[in-house]
């Protein structure tokens, strides 16, 4: 059995400053990516919404073959206000397909 060896992706919330407002920030090694806090989605769904950007960005998909289908979340502990996302297969499914399909919305964003 093969193992494939996945970087998990990092979210933290941002606050406003005098110039910018509310943003959600993803990182991970191979990169990172920031987006404005949408008011129409919850908490966790705009941290999710972030780090699906970031995947699609790198161009992490599952139709290049070695990438994860599912991400997994959980809080970020000790980093407050913040969120992990780890790919894995299909043990336990969370889809976060419609926040995925919602980034054909976001300029700026390779959706490759």
């Known amino acids: 059995m093969a193992l494939h060896f996945h970087q998990a992706i990092q979210t933290k919330w941002l606050a406003p400053t005098n110039t910018k407002p509310s943003r959600v920030k993803a990182s991970c090694r191979d990169g ?32 290049k073959g070695k990438y994860p289908v599912y991400w997994h979340a959980g809080a970020a502990h000790p980093i407050p206000n913040g969120y992990v996302f780890v790919g894995g297969g299909d043990v336990v499914q969370h889809d976060y397909t419609a926040i995925d399909r919602e980034l054909t919305d976001i300029s700026g964003v390779d959706h490759a």
């Open 32 to 63: 990172n990516l920031t987006l404005s806090w949408d008011y129409g989605l919850d908490q966790g769904e705009n941290h999710a919404r972030v780090a699906m950007a970031l995947v699609r960005k790198l161009g992490w998909t599952p139709d």
